[in-house]
């Protein structure tokens, strides 16, 4: 107790850090408002049907559920002994992602079965449609609006996740009585993990065009339950590929089948690098942007093709 309050008292190290967090955080927020305003003047229609969804996610309690336990659990992370003989950086840095990503996930995937599928069945979409509005507005209106309070979550989560990493540097060295870390060394284990924040924003936005597409035509249980399923096969596919060289015909053709149907999540883990205590490039970062905005849009086009079929009187 006596070595947390005189961490907290000497905070000058972990808390020069902070100011780039903000700084950061405060961009994050800019660039979302720029690009919704933009989405405004280019496509007005899609951009109402955005707000409202917005609006309606940020209104419901879930949403400051899920960002009240998320920013609990991040800060508990930092006094949790892990007893990984000096590890205990990448532990939280490792746990930290995963309850960001997982608690936007769950949100994106209970917007959409809120927002498509309860209003397709209540009869809302109908209404909306009879309007000058387009079922293409439709869809891609509503996933935009699910993307932006994932973005909030990230935006507000990630600086406290940031903030928190730069305090277990100093907390890690004082409690193994180790030097204490310059501000720099602190920064240092910030920058490394601002690109894994990226990946996993990505995955959590290729997750909820998923859920979107699925939206279309089931409620929200089936939709959980294969949202779940693809989010774990998305990331044993990798695994699933290479056990299946040599096996009979069959299950190559099964593993490379689901490899091209189902998102290559793997490729927004950065657990590999965080063991290793490497840095992401942001070059990889680029890519799996790209592969995100690729995927995504083969999402939307079969949720286009899968509304366009959909009777909603």
Not at 110 to 119: F, I, K, L, P
């Amino acid at each position: 107790m006596v070595n947390q309050l005189v961490l907290f008292a000497d905070w000058t190290t972990w808390a020069k850090p902070l100011g780039i967090v903000a700084v950061g955080a405060i961009g994050g927020v800019v660039a979302l408002f720029v690009v919704l305003t933009l989405l405004r003047l280019a496509l007005p229609k899609l951009s109402a049907i955005c707000w409202g969804t917005a609006k309606e996610a940020l209104s419901q309690p879930l949403f400051y559920v899920l960002l009240a336990f998320g920013a609990f659990a991040i800060m508990i992370l930092t006094i949790i002994p892990y007893y990984t003989l000096g590890d205990d950086v990448k532990m939280v840095k490792e746990a930290g992602l995963s309850i960001i990503m997982i608690l936007s996930i769950v949100l994106a995937v209970w917007t959409a079965s809120v927002s498509v599928s309860e209003e397709i069945e209540g009869r809302t979409a109908l209404t909306v449609l009879s309007k000058p509005i387009r079922r293409w507005h439709f869809i891609l209106g509503k996933f935009a609006g699910i993307v932006v309070p994932v973005a909030i979550m990230f935006i507000v989560l990630g600086a406290i996740f940031l903030g928190t990493v730069s305090f277990k540097v100093a907390y890690d060295a004082r409690e193994s009585s180790q030097p204490e870390p310059t501000w720099q060394q602190c920064a240092f284990e910030v920058e490394k993990i601002v690109p894994g924040l990226g990946l996993a924003f990505m995955e959590a936005v290729v997750m909820a065009s998923v859920s979107v597409a699925i939206s279309t035509r089931l409620a929200m249980l089936p939709n959980l339950v294969i949202c779940g399923s693809i989010y774990a096969l998305g990331h044993l596919v990798p695994t699933l590929v290479k056990s299946a060289v040599g096996q009979l015909e069959y299950v190559p053709f099964v593993a490379n089948l689901l490899a091209t149907i189902l998102p290559m999540l793997e490729h927004f883990t950065v657990y590999g690098a965080i063991s290793t205590g490497g840095m992401i490039s942001w070059e990889y970062v680029g890519w799996a942007g790209l592969y995100c905005v690729l995927y995504c849009t083969l999402a939307m086009l079969l949720a286009l093709l899968l509304f366009e079929e959909r009777d909603l009187a």
